[in-house]
């Protein structure tokens, strides 16, 4: 059998901090550098999904991308395009909103969404050159 994988990407702008409250600001600045800085930064964030899984001999398609990119724009641009995320997402407000915790949160944002038969990876890129993948837990 073939196994196809299929993959939409997509972008985002969003703000965050690194940082833990029950640190000092020493040790966060220590830990976390600039990412800490009390006054946020922001990230033109890349995010690729890619669904894996085998050719409908009806359609010829893995998954048809048009649902892809609904999923996509409902379940993560709209909710994390131009926002603060540590303030005005509920999935960071216990959990640092690093590239690998967005990309876990996103995943499971997505995951209940796509046919069980198909396996769901997530790449982000947080600057052209920083980029994590999360395929599922294991
Ligand atoms: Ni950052």
Not at 6 to 34: G, P
Not at 64 to 71: I, T
Request: charged residues 25%; aromatic residues 10%; glycine residues 2%.
């Amino acid at each position: 059998m073939n196994k196809v994988t299929v993959c939409r990407k997509a972008h985002f702008n969003a703000a965050h901090r690194l940082y833990r409250k029950d640190w000092s600001d020493v040790k966060n600045e220590a830990v976390f550098d600039k990412c800490s800085n009390p006054y946020y930064h922001g990230h033109n964030y890349e995010l690729i999904v890619s669904v894996a899984g085998q050719i409908d001999s009806e359609t010829g398609y893995v998954m048809d991308m048009k649902v892809l990119k609904d999923l996509i724009k409902t379940h993560v641009e709209d909710a994390f395009d131009h926002k603060n995320l540590n303030e005005q997402v509920p999935e960071f407000a216990t959990l640092i909103p690093t590239a690998e915790n967005m990309a876990v949160v996103i995943w499971d944002k997505l995951r209940p969404h796509i046919t069980a038969a198909h396996d769901l990876s997530v790449t982000l890129y947080e600057t052209p050159r920083n980029f994590v993948r999360f395929s599922g837990p294991n």
